[in-house]
Structure formats: C-alpha cells, structure tokens
C-alpha cells in the first residue's frame, strides 16, 4: 500500500502534493505505532471479508512517523508537522523552493515569491466517503503571509501537476485497500474500510 494515497486527506497538505510514498524498513521506536495501524490496513483490505472496525491515527502518531523518516517527501520539504480539528487539517513544513523546483523555472515574476527556504503552513478541509477522498485547500502562507489563491494555482500548475498531475487546489482520489470513509477530527484521523 502507499502510505502517501492513504495520507493524502493529512500529507497533501505539504503544498498539495500527493507524496508517492512508501514504507520505510520497519523499525522499533518512533513512529513504529502508526506503522503497525498502515500495515494492518493493508492486510485488511486485501481480505475477502474486512473487518468493519475502524482505524484511528493520533496527531501525535503521524507526526512521529514524519518525524521518524519513514515517509519519502518530495525534494526540498522538511520538518512536517500535522495539526487537526473536525473536518480541517493543517500541515506546517520547511520547504527549499529551489530544490523542489530543481529542472524547472518560470520568468513569472508572481511565482518569484517560491524561491529560498520558508515555512509554509496549508490549511484544508479534508474528508473521505464511498471510497473517495476529498481536499479542498483552503488557505496556503509562507513565512506567515497568506498567499493569494490565483498565485497557488499559479504554482500549482507550473510545479505541482507536472510531478502529480491529479493534484490540485481542489483534489478528489481514490481511496486505497477497500478504505470506504475517513474522517479528519480533532488530533486524529479515523479511515473505515468495507
């Protein structure tokens, strides 16, 4: 399973990017609990009949686990950190804009803002239901300044959709191993599968 596909509703808010992540070795120690959850969704979902009862994912768990290495980031993002409330996640990163965007430039002088390193914050509404999984992007800030919606697409069409063309300011994906719900609450993340 990726890791990434069933993160996606929490991971996508590293500047909306899809992370075509997999599992790390398995290790003891930080981020091992959130490990076992992943596996045991996998092993789930691949079973004739899975079991209805759902999964829940702690704050502090995924922040654990992205502490620990154990998801691949794109180029240039470090230091993920996850918040969430019913419905609204926020993800808070260090992002090298130069490294990300290594092999590709743009004479634009609105997306000259996406260079150096800064801490970007994404904050999005996110929610899974009949198979699918659904993030709206609400705002983006850098170093602590809102940036303008029409600026992301911007960004997001020049940098973003190139790597991962599915992603978007508005994005809607498939759910992976027979994950059927997911619901983002306060300090966790619950998926149901069927």
Known sequence: MKAGSVFLLLALLILTFNLPATYAD????TGASMERKLRRIESNGASHHPDLA???????????????????????????RFQSEPGIVTGTAHVDFDQ??????????????????H?????AHAHGVAGQG?????????????????????????????????IGLSSRFALPDRIDWATVGRQNLTVGQK
Do not use: H, W
Not at 26 to 29: N, P, V
Not at 57 to 79: C, H, Q, R, W
Not at 100 to 117: E, H, I, K, W, Y
């Open 134 to 166: 659904f993030v709206q992007v609400d705002s983006v800030t850098l170093d602590r300044i809102e940036i303008p919606r029409f600026i992301l697409q911007l960004f997001v069409e020049k940098y973003v959709q190139p790597k991962y063309p599915e």
């Open 54 to 80: 759902p999964t829940e994912f702690t704050e502090s768990e995924i922040n654990a686990y992205f502490a620990a290495g154990k998801m691949d980031l794109p180029a240039g993002v470090k230091s993920v």
């Open 119 to 123: 801490e970007v914050v994404v904050s």
């Open 26 to 29: 398995a290790r003891s120690g």
């Open 100 to 117: 990300f965007r290594v092999g590709s430039g743009s004479l634009n002088p609105l997306l000259a803002v996406f260079t150096g390193v």
